[in-house]
């Protein structure tokens, strides 16, 4: 049986905005090449949520802020999105 060989990973965190709330969540990429960018997951046709875990969802409005391990965050929710480090 062979081995599988499985690409190094990192960890970056997200924000995304939706109708409804502000999502920030830790996002599993490639370390490089293929996919590597968060332009190039959020991008993929074939995939309809993003896999988020650590998560913070804050309401935008009224509402308590909760956390999560796990979210699946719909595509077709999202309004905004970039790297927490970003300034906004």
Known sequence: MEAQVTSPKRIERVVFETDRHLVAGDVTLPSNGY???LSDAINREDVAFIRLT????VPLGE???T???F???AKAH??????AHDPC
Do not use: F, K, T, W
């Open 35 to 37: 996919e590597g960018r």
């Open 54 to 57: 650590d998560v913070e969802l």
């Open 63 to 65: 509402g308590q802020a």
């Open 67 to 69: 956390r999560h391990d």
């Open 71 to 73: 979210l699946m965050l």
């Open 78 to 83: 999202i309004r905004l999105a970039h790297p």
